[in-house]
């Protein structure tokens, strides 16, 4: 699978989870795992999640100084019937 580990980032705090992702086979990234950091709003599915890179990532989408993945899915088109899988 892609995302193999989701953890909490604080204990009973589900607002923030970590996730291990695997580079996709045939990419620049295969063989790699990645950690991602997760930040549900509190008006989550309504907003969308942020998503960072926790680990160095050079990607056109991905700002580098922060790790936050920027993607026109994550906003403005994030509607509410949109799951974490997309």
């Given amino acids: 699978p892609f995302v ?3 953890n909490l980032t604080r204990e009973n ?3 923030q989870i970590t996730a291990t992702v695997i580079g996709p086979n045939g990419s620049d990234y295969q063989g790699g795992r990645f950690l991602l950091k997760i930040i549900f709003p509190s008006a989550y599915p309504f907003k969308a999640p942020q998503f960072f890179f926790t680990t160095k990532v050079c990607h056109p989408n991905v700002d580098w100084p922060t790790g936050e993945i ?3 899915l994550l906003s403005p088109r994030w509607t509410a019937s949109i799951t974490l899988r997309a």
Avoid: K
């Fill in 4 to 6: 193999q580990n989701l």
């Fill in 13 to 15: 705090d589900m607002h």
């Fill in 70 to 72: 920027c993607h026109d």
